[in-house]
């Protein structure tokens, strides 16, 4: 099946032998094989493999897919992207190779993505990749697709790893750890993240809690694009389906906070508590001048086709915020949502058709009816747009309660993971 590559317009077209003299040229220079060993192939070399690679390894228990990636419809071939996958282990092994004059471009990256998803789609629990430990490009790579190092070796290369999380029926991608018996508590990302964003309290959470971190439809893992209109309230709701969960503490970041009070007003009898930090998404009441400074340069950007200039733009708004410079955030903190956000804007590259599905009436009208107790935290260096849904939820809220960080911008839980851990655990223990 050909497949494409989001944001870039890449073509990923299954392995056949025509394309053999136009890729025999893709490999031709010898500098693609310093880590790989082997010199580059002949045109009768290539169409050998590319026979063998497209009538498959006829062994049930590996199977062998190769595409070929071109730079659009009528593009020039520009490499290729392997996966390897052994079904009974619901293990694939990937491989990825591009041409000299395309590298540095981000399409390794892309069509390697591409063909994560779609092997992870398939049921694969578990995908590795073998990369040369002098290999820094290769490396990057890994780690954009969410790859780490292992301490094992083939062949003279690291094993690159990566664990996939669990999938509902329809489409949505979570991790469930801790004990059972208690009030789960179920975390839901911001807008410029995914369910990564918990990893600094994923440990020590689990190791006291029932706890889900999942991704809303159109982030991390969650590539699955809905066959109607979006629905995040109804995908969380039947993800707590599928998991029994009938009870629990809420806990939002931004727009996944706006979800959770979504949600608890579309189920009343479900959020024990709810953990806003921030409000945002459907919480916020005004766009501050603030707010819409950002809308124009990340609309701007993505107009003109520039990923780098609107991530960075979510970075500048939303990590470091205002009163601050670059060099006062955690350097880590500012990459990994730089990651999870061009994620999202790449998944959701052709999803502008798509409806979504909002509460009539709105959630910011509704907040009366909120039966459980809320908590706000609040950075000092978030927008105006953010302090303005903190302060109508408290004012609207019946339950709520507020605590403000100085020292924080939009993403509290990020910048101080054990502060907000230690609060968050102190708060649903009250809650029981």
Do not use: N
């Not at 410079?325 to 804007?345: H, L």
């Amino acid at each position: 099946m050909t497949l494409r590559g989001r944001g870039r317009g890449l073509v990923l077209e299954p392995v056949r032998v025509a394309h053999a003299p136009e890729m025999v040229g893709v490999l031709s220079d010898a500098a693609l094989y310093r880590f790989t060993g082997g010199s580059p192939p002949s045109l009768g070399e290539l169409e050998a493999r590319f026979a063998r690679q497209a009538e498959g390894s006829g062994d049930p228990a590996e199977e062998w897919h190769t595409w070929v990636v071109r730079l659009g419809d009528e593009g020039p071939a520009a490499g290729y992207v392997q996966a390897t996958v052994r079904p009974f282990d619901a293990v694939a092994e990937l491989a990825w190779v591009v041409g000299t004059p395309w590298q540095g471009r981000g399409v390794a990256r892309v069509a390697a993505s591409v063909v994560l998803d779609e092997v992870a789609a398939s049921g694969v629990t578990r995908v590795v990749a073998h990369v040369h430990p002098d290999h820094v490009a290769s490396q990057r790579i890994a780690v954009a697709l969410g790859l780490a190092p292992t301490d094992r070796l083939v062949d003279g290369e690291v094993e690159w790893e990566r664990v996939l999380a669990a999938r509902t029926p329809g489409g949505i991608a979570y991790d469930r750890g801790g004990p059972s018996g208690g009030v789960p508590v179920v975390l839901l990302h911001a807008g410029v993240a995914d369910r990564r964003m918990w990893a600094p309290q994923w440990e020590r959470l689990t190791a006291v809690r029932d706890t889900v971190r999942l991704d809303l439809r159109g982030f991390g893992d969650s590539t699955q694009r809905p066959t109607g209109p979006l629905d995040h309230v109804a995908d969380v709701l039947a993800t707590l389906d599928v998991l029994g969960i009938d009870s629990c503490h809420l806990v939002g970041a931004s727009f996944g906070a706006g979800v959770a009070v979504e949600v608890a007003l579309t189920r009343p009898d479900l959020a024990r508590s709810l953990v806003l930090a921030p409000p945002g998404g459907s919480l916020l009441v005004e766009a501050t001048p603030d707010l819409r400074e950002f809308f124009a340069a990340e609309r701007e950007a993505l107009e003109r086709g520039d990923l780098g200039a609107a991530v960075e733009a979510d970075v500048a708004t939303w990590v470091v915020g205002r009163g601050r410079e670059t060099t006062d955030v955690d350097a880590g903190v500012a990459a990994s949502v730089r990651a999870m956000q061009r994620r999202a804007f790449e998944l959701t590259d052709d999803w502008d058709d798509l409806d979504e599905v909002e509460l009539d009436p709105a959630a910011v009208e509704r907040l009366g009816d909120l039966a459980p107790p809320v908590l706000l935290v609040v950075g000092g260096h978030d927008l105006d747009a953010t302090h303005l849904a903190a302060a109508h939820v408290e004012a609207t809220a019946p339950r709520a309660s507020r605590v403000d960080w100085a020292d924080a911008a939009h993403l509290p839980s990020m910048e101080h993971p054990d502060r907000f851990l230690d609060l968050v655990l102190d708060w649903v223990a009250e809650r029981d």
